[in-house]
């Protein structure tokens, strides 16, 4: 790489994507947002316990259950992803 | 609109907690986070927990951890918060504060994915602290000591890996090898991109070893391995000579022992047998425990119950892992095994409790081992059992939560003084109706009759240097009794007080020797029975005694007042007369300071409205230094000294200030700052305190003197970290008390009430509330109050729980059960009426079986609360749950007041909310108010969440859909209908013809009911999504809300819209039919926003304390109550304003988080002044005081008088 490369915008933005999750792109899909944002929300959840507990009284479970069973469904926050086209 | 927000009650649940000696030395304390609150408790003695101190923090804290640094005697605390920042902190003794040592940044402040501050881990060594987020990134810090043996920190290691979700972090005990950290991963990359679905199926849980090399200063994955796929907890098994070291893998029904170059070791949880089999068991919390010779392990699952896992082992090898049922207690956030034999035990939900351990679980149990794990064809088969009652663990002490508050009303059904606090709180079997009173909680001691009706009572101490009081002297209208205070309190009459005349003042004098003063002479009783007489000249009587221990002062009618001093001798001596203009009304002098011979003032009030301080100095005695006129004749004096500011032990950097309280005869407590010098009077404060003139009385409280006022209710003044706190006692009108001190009780209070004398003590120092629990059934939702039956009404329901018929018939076949230990007796279902202690299996204790997640259980109760009985219970029946409840008055009125309740039937959240019906029920009173009749059912289309009363009709939201029903003879019947609301209504208020409609997910909704045309419409909306929790309305232009990510906001019409559709002939309807931004014609604008930290779950407008300013106070699910009050002047908002603008940059808070940005995290903080930010202003260090003070042209004092001013207009 180039000294100059550095600066250039897309080198920044690549540096920016790799740096913080999430950071979105040109070609992003629907599929792939959704699945941040979700991602994005069951980590808020399992950050602030108010919002824990305010779910484990509606669905009667523990916090702790709750909890896991946020983190597990980061895993596949929207379903199976969409096939692919491929280009 | 400006508001002030203040915290009444500090969050009472507890996020996690931690044990370990913090403030140095064997003391085992425990520090907990409650969301925003810091607390160190500590056990005393008697096993009673004891907060020594509660910092606010603004902002989230999401784990705790401690270390020890190696050799040391003292543990470090350290935060992960969401202030992207590592905190470490350490426990001041000498000041009582937390010091922050290190503060080192990371990261982006708030809770996100992949800002660590979720996990911590510390090597068990005290070398380095792991820092983890939910996905991706881990940092790792080294700790160490510099040359003068302070904690040093490196710059943070990193330890990410992109695309993986960490479930659990913990460190691996090593010994002195380089330290490694443990952690359950989730790699999610390929499944993201496989379509078809074989990735995400194959997506395995690692437990990897990450091993920081101190010498290179790296961190590396030094080890992976594949760990089951319910993994979600570890656990450090101490290694190291003690212990095989590796960790505990708890996952869904297993417990795994893992370690690198190691084979896994496997057991099975024990399941409870009424389990349904679809349900894993999931370990929740989890404690080590380490002697010397052994170490186990208490894990407790979702259930509440805990096993003890001892591993069996030859060195490094593990041969076995068992897991014993060892108790049962209600689920844990976090379990704290002390080294003194304690449990502490935070519960998620309802009150935390201490145990003691009484064994260790050796006795025979249900086990399940590795070794006899048995794997079939459907898996690993189970081991059962059945929960009993506690073996191993005794309760000792309980701390109250109100977590979660589910609904709040604030009302005076009592007719006392100040309005009650009713809230619904806690959840399943631990739920309740709390009963909330401004004030101290008191125990009452003994109470005992007395032959007359006595005026005044004392306590004596023989001797100076005695711990505790000899006698009790008791006066009545002509006689005076003398009590003596041993084994028994019993009456003497050895004692040398004359007891043929009522006395004025009982005390010790000098060393050793008694004084009794009586309407006509002061009897001096010395210490070898002498007694010497001090008789009133002429026909004249005393009328008021100040004294100290060296010095008395008497007035005699007329307005004489007579100086006596002690001298070296121990002789009473006068020494000054001195002629008052008037009869004096009341006298008070300042205890002895320290060290010195006399203390310098007298303080006189006259019926004449004035307050004279007098000077007892030798070279000007009875000089009048200052004259302070009051708004009331004085009744009773007292000077107490108050510490301005939390200081050293000997308060010598901040000196403590002495202020003049007197009781005026209109009921006021009038206090004012005495300059140590001059005696000058300043900075005067008065505040009402009830009916009748306050009775002044000093009484110690924790080691310091405190202040008794005895007005219509007795009140504290009291010191409490650094606050001096005025606060009721929740107890009854008292005539005259004094302190008492003996082998049982070593501060309590004697006072005289009617013909009884009581003691009592005082406890919970630092609570604003007292509660008085009334237990329930189910999960309490809603309630409703009459007040003028004062009836309560709720509705309690519960999800994935059995129906009270069918828990009774499983637990009668469990006892019935042949071979089963427990003798039989089954249990009274009834358990919200008796929960005694002996029931076998209470449900308190161990939850509710659960059941499949579609089923419901629900009950709508009628309760007395002055009674607390239960006048009515209907269970409703086939997985019916209510939701919603109102009263509502027909306007045919012919059937008066009745009770809707909304109830859906089958009610699903997942995958997808559906449910099989629902109804309103209208219910008709019965036995005036008692007792509930169904008058109909309606089937509705949607689940009714809110209902409310409306020109005599009843507004029901249905779903989506706003409803009006009128009243039929079979049925509800429809009269109109809007469905243009966006998800589902959960709030509606109305207010005149304007209805205010909370949505879910979208705020508030302005309606209007045109009655002519028979039509509902929207004519305002807000513009921001806020997913509503509570709602309150506040005046006809203006809602206050709050939403699920803990902000209130207040929403208004502007005024000229109103106006114009007030003004509109068709009230805005045409323009309603145009429509803008795809919602209504108009739009509310924002006007208040706050963030609080909390899910706000209720909101009520209220005023609580008599004439007291109206504001609007909340509930939360961590169990907080706060208060916001509306600013009445311009000066106030500036003054506020600045303080707290100068406190946000000279006193960040302590974990890091900004304030501005806390208090802005979801919105702009708009109009609202933190008032919890500006009370920690005493908490400050003086000179930062002055300089605060200065710039805002004030003095500290000034500044402390406006905070309590403020406090004192809300509570």
Known sequence: MQASDRFNINSQLEHLQAKYVGTGHADLTRFEWAVNIQRDSYASYVGHYPMLAYFAIAENESIGRERYNFMQKMLLPCGLPPEREDD | ?1211
């Open chain 2, 1 to 1211: 609109m400006y508001l002030y927000s203040l915290t009444l009650q500090q969050p009472t649940g507890i996020i996690c907690a931690i044990n370990g000696s913090f403030s140095g030395g064997k003391v085992q304390e425990i520090v907990v986070a409650r969301g925003k609150v810091l607390d160190l408790l500590r056990p005393d003695d008697n096993g009673k927990l004891q907060t020594l101190l509660s910092v606010e923090i603004f902002g989230a804290i999401r784990s705790l951890a401690q270390f020890r640094l190696t050799g040391a005697q003292k543990d470090y605390i350290v935060v992960g918060s969401d202030s992207g920042r590592i905190v470490i902190l350490e426990y001041n003794k000498e000041k009582n504060c937390f010091d922050k040592v290190h503060q080192e940044t990371f990261g982006k402040s708030g809770c996100r994915r992949i800002v660590p501050g979720q996990y911590l881990a510390i090597d068990p060594k005290g070398r380095a602290v792991m820092i983890g987020a939910c996905e991706k990134q881990k940092l790792v810090y080294v700790l160490n000591r510099d040359t003068a043996a302070r904690l040093t920190i490196s710059s943070p290691l990193e330890a990410h890996k992109s695309h993986t979700i960490t479930f659990s972090i913990c460190g691996v005990d090593c010994g002195f090898d380089n330290p490694i950290f443990a952690a359950i991963e989730l790699d999610y990359s390929e499944a993201d991109q496989d379509p078809t679905g074989q990735a995400a199926n194959e997506a395995q849980k690692h437990l990897t070893f990450y091993e920081l090399d101190l010498g290179l200063n790296h961190v590396s994955r030094k080890w992976s391995e594949q760990v089951d796929n319910g993994a979600n907890l570890l656990v450090t098994v101490p290694g190291g000579g003690d212990g095989p070291s590796g960790v505990l893998v708890c996952a869904e029904n297993f417990v795994i022992y893992k370690n690198q170059g190691h084979p896994d070791v496997r057991a099975v949880i024990p399941r409870r047998v009424d389990l349904p089999a679809e349900r894993g068991v999931l370990i929740v919390s989890a404690a080590m425990h380490k002697q010397k010779s052994m170490f186990f392990f208490l894990l407790q699952t979702e259930y509440g119950d805990i096993f003890k896992v001892t591993l069996d082992h030859d060195n490094d090898r593990v041969k076995e892992l068992k897991i014993k049922y060892f108790d049962t207690i209600p689920v844990t956030s976090s379990l704290c095994v002390l080294k003194s034999g304690f449990l502490f035990a935070s519960s998620e939900f309802g009150n935390h409790a201490l145990y003691q351990f009484q064994a260790i679980g050796d006795d025979p149990d249900v086990e399940a081992s590795s070794s006899t794990l048995m794997e079939t064809e459907e898996g690993f088969q189970p081991v059962f059992f059945q929960p009993r009652k506690l073996k191993n663990l005794v309760r000792i002490d309980q701390i109250e939560s109100l977590m979660p508050i589910m609904d709040m009303k604030i009302i005076n059904l009592f007719e006392e003084e100040t309005p009650q606090i009713f809230s619904l709180c806690g959840r399943g079997p631990r739920s309740s109706l709390r009963i909330l009173r401004p004030g101290l909680a008191v125990s009452e001691m003994a109470v005992s009759q007395l032959p007359g009706v006595p005026s005044a009572v004392w306590t004596v101490k023989k001797n100076v240097n005695d711990e505790f009081d000899a006698y009790i002297v008791v006066s009545f209208a002509n006689a005076t009794l003398v009590l003596s205070i041993g084994e028994t309190v019993e009456e003497v009459s050895d004692s040398g007080f004359l007891d043929t005349t009522p006395s004025l003042a009982v005390s010790l004098i000098g060393d050793d020797s008694l004084m009794q003063v009586h309407p006509s002479g002061i009897r001096h009783i010395r210490e070898d029975g002498r007694i010497n007489e001090w008789r009133t000249p002429g026909k004249r009587t005393i009328v008021k005694v100040g004294s100290n221990r060296l010095q008395v002062v008497i007035a005699l009618s007329g307005g004489e007042l007579i100086y006596f001093e002690v001298d070296m001798t121990g002789q009473l001596m006068e020494v000054e007369k001195h002629e008052m203009s008037g009869d004096v009304a009341c006298l008070d002098i300042a205890p002895v300071p320290e060290g010195r011979q006399r203390s310098r003032f007298l303080a006189v009030g006259s019926y004449d409205n004035t307050i004279r301080i007098l000077s007892l100095d030798p070279d000007d005695c009875m000089q009048v230094l200052s004259l302070q006129s009051v708004s009331s004749p004085p009744e009773s004096l007292l000077f107490l000294e108050v510490q301005a500011s939390v200081g050293g032990e000997d308060g010598a950097d901040h000196p403590a200030s002495l202020f003049l309280n007197a009781g005026l005869q209109n009921g006021v407590l009038f206090r004012t700052v005495v300059d140590m010098i001059s005696g000058q009077l300043s900075d005067a404060r008065s505040r009402f305190l009830g009916l009748r003139a306050p009775k002044l009385f000093s009484i110690v409280v924790r080691g310091r003197r405190a202040m008794l006022c005895l007005s219509s209710r007795p009140w504290l003044g009291y010191i409490h970290q650094g606050h001096f706190l005025l606060t009721p006692l929740s107890y009854e009108t008292l005539e005259f008390a004094a302190s008492f001190s003996s082998d049982q009780c070593a501060e309590g209070v004697v006072a005289v009430a009617g013909d009884a004398l009581r003691v009592f003590t005082i406890e919970r120092l630092g609570e604003t509330f007292n509660e008085t629990a009334i237990p329930l059934r189910y999960t309490p939702r809603r309630f409703v109050l009459q007040p003028k039956r004062k009836m309560v009404i709720m509705i309690e329901s519960d999800q994935g729980a059995y129906t009270a018929e069918e828990r009774e018939a499983a637990k009668k076949e469990c006892f019935e059960a042949p071979g089963n230990g427990e003798n039989g007796n089954a249990e009274q279902m009834e358990n919200g009426e008796d929960e005694d202690g002996n029931d076998p299996l209470s449900d308190e204790q161990y939850g509710y079986p659960k059941s499949e997640s579609g089923r419901w259980v629900s009950c709508i109760r009628v309760l007395d609360p002055r009674t607390t009985q239960t006048t009515c219970l209907l269970e409703l029946q086939d997985n019916e749950a209510a939701f919603s409840i109102c009263t509502v008055n027909f306007h045919d009125k012919e059937h008066g007041a009745l009770l809707a309740v909304g109830t859906a039937k089958g009610l699903q959240f997942w995958p997808k909310k559906s449910f099989e019906a629902a109804y309103i029920h209208i219910y008709k009173f019965k036995e005036d108010g008692k007792v509930l009749e169904l008058l109909h059912k309606t089937q509705v289309d949607g689940v009714p969440l809110a209902l409310c009363q409306f020109q005599g009709r009843l507004l029901a939201g249905i779903g989506s859909v706003l409803r009006l029903y009128d009243l039929g003879k079979k049925r509800l019947l429809r009269k109109c209908e809007n469905k243009l609301f966006p998800n589902s209504i959960t709030a509606i208020h109305t207010y005149r013809d304007r209805i205010y409609v909370g949505d879910m997910q979208e705020s508030f909704h302005y309606c209007k009911y045109r009655r002519d045309e028979n039509q509902l419409y929207i004519f305002a909306d807000d513009t921001v999504p806020r997913w509503l929790t509570a709602a309150q309305h506040v005046d006809f232009d203006t809602v206050a809300g709050a939403d699920k990510f803990g902000n209130i906001y207040f929403v208004r019409l502007p005024q000229d819209v109103s106006d114009e559709i007030e003004e509109d002939p068709t009230g805005g309807k045409i323009k309603w039919e145009q429509g803008k931004l795809n919602g209504a014609p108009n739009k509310v604008e924002e006007i208040v926003q706050f963030h609080v930290g909390d899910v706000v779950s209720c909101l009520q407008r209220a005023s609580l304390i008599p004439g007291g300013g109206e504001c609007v106070i909340y509930g939360t699910v961590m169990g907080s109550v706060g208060a916001m009050l509306p600013f009445t002047s311009r000066d106030d908002v500036d003054f506020f304003s600045h303080l707290e603008m100068h406190l946000r940059q000279e006193f960040p808070p302590l974990c890091g988080r900004d304030h501005m940005a806390y208090r802005s995290a979801y919105f702009p903080v708009k109009d609202v002044i933190d008032g919890d930010l500006c009370e920690q202003f005493p908490t400050l260090p003086m000179d930062m005081q002055r300089k605060i003070a200065d710039e805002l042209d004030r003095t500290p004092g000034e500044i402390l008088k406006k905070l309590e001013e403020i406090r004192n207009k809300i509570i």
